[in-house]
T-cell receptor, first 114, second 116 residues
Framework: AQKITQTQPGMFVQEKEAVTLDCTYD???????LFWYKQPSSGEMIFLIY??????QNATEGRYSLNFQKARKSANLVISASQLGDSAMYFCAISGGGADGLTFGKGTHLIIQP | NAGVTQTPKFQVLKTGQSMTLQCAQDMNHNSMYWYRQDPGMGLRLIYY???????DKGEVPNGYNVSRLNKREFSLRLESAAPSQTSVYFC???????????????FGAGTRLSVL
């Protein structure tokens, strides 16, 4: 079984500051993927970034980067230079080696203040 | 670029009624999924179809059935709706199986279902 823990139910951050959203995981699969999704108030789920367990470098996508520490089983999302439009729920998720779905955490509600 | 299309967007049912949620993707993906999202929770997997012709139970399958109609379409059926099935339902698709990056899932806009 796989598990995702997101320990920050909510965060308030000043605009233009960097943000780190925490995610720890547990899995018995030797091969796994880690994913972050954004859910704005409109409700859709938007894919942000992916990290494979064997990837040597941390993933980056524009202002998003994933701080992957395999030994600590953590996969924190870092948003640089936050913007008002970053206000949303953020979900961390994990998959195993097969196409059998994602296991999600409960999410972090991020609010960017002007 | 439609991506993943879900219908309907909203639905109100009475206890005991049945309905089918439709999902179609135009990305030529092999794998498709149904999730539900309840307040304060992340998404939980109901059923998935790793490839055309196969379906499997996820974490919370009770009260639901699915049909993988073809490569594009994956429907979710509630045979006798219960108030506990009030939720937001998301369909997703991925390129997979066969490689971790192929598990990146793309979601539809969701269906808000209320069962009275």
């Amino acid at each position: 079984a796989q598990k995702i823990t997101q320990t920050q139910p909510g965060m308030f951050v000043q605009e233009k500051e960097a943000v780190t959203l925490d995610c720890t995981y547990d899995t018995s699969d030797p091969s796994y993927g880690l994913f972050w999704y954004k859910q704005p108030s409109s409700g859709e789920m938007i894919f942000l970034i992916y990290q494979g367990s064997y990837d040597q470098q941390n993933a980056t996508e524009g202002r998003y980067s994933l701080n992957f520490q395999k030994a600590r089983k953590s996969a924190n999302l870092v948003i640089s230079a936050s913007q008002l439009g970053d206000s949303a729920m953020y979900f961390c998720a994990i998959s195993g080696g097969g196409a059998d779905g994602l296991t999600f955490g409960k999410g972090t509600h991020l609010i960017i203040q002007p | 670029n439609a991506g993943v299309t879900q219908t309907p967007k909203f639905q109100v049912l009475k206890t005991g009624q049945s309905m089918t949620l439709q999902c179609a993707q135009d990305m030529n993906h092999n794998s498709m999924y149904w999730y539900r999202q309840d307040p304060g929770m992340g998404l939980r997997l109901i059923y998935y179809s790793a490839s055309e012709g196969t379906t499997d139970k996820g974490e919370v399958p009770n009260g639901y059935n699915v049909s993988r109609l073809n490569k594009r379409e994956f429907s979710l059926r509630l045979e006798s709706a219960a108030p506990s099935q009030t939720s937001v339902y998301f369909c997703a698709s991925s390129e997979g199986p066969g490689g971790l990056a192929k598990n990146i899932q793309y979601f539809g806009a969701g269906t808000r279902l209320s069962v009275l």
